[in-house]
């Protein structure tokens, strides 16, 4: 993949990850590390290093909660859950993100 590929994906990535985070944790509380490999496996992450701050942003607007726990191993993970707000937000872009998407397809197609 070429320098321009790279920075088109990334400016891509900056666009989406904020809902890629929420719709990942549609299906139940995640941690960092964990969304970080289901994101980073699907290209959706360049580095954990983006994350942490998106997810603080994300709990700072009320989107997620936290909660942070002591398992057994003795090792604490914040878990974070999505709120109603955060549901909110996601089905907002859901809705915006198809017609957009059909645009682009469309422009991207015709010759």
Not at 39 to 56: D, F, H, I, K, V
């Amino acid at each position: 993949m070429g320098d321009e590929e790279d920075r088109i994906l990334t400016n891509l990535r900056k666009g989406v990850l904020e809902f890629c985070v929420l719709s990942a944790l549609t299906s139940g509380p995640g941690y960092g590390r964990n969304l970080a490999q289901a994101l980073g496996e699907r290209g959706l992450l360049a580095s954990e290093g983006t994350l942490y701050p998106l997810l603080s942003r994300l709990r700072d607007a009320g989107l997620v909660d936290t909660e942070l726990t002591n398992p057994a191993d003795g090792r604490q993970r914040r878990y974070y859950t999505l709120t109603s707000a955060g549901h909110a937000r996601l089905a907002a872009f859901r809705a915006a993100w198809a017609p957009f998407r059909d645009t682009v397809d469309d422009l991207l197609e015709t010759p």
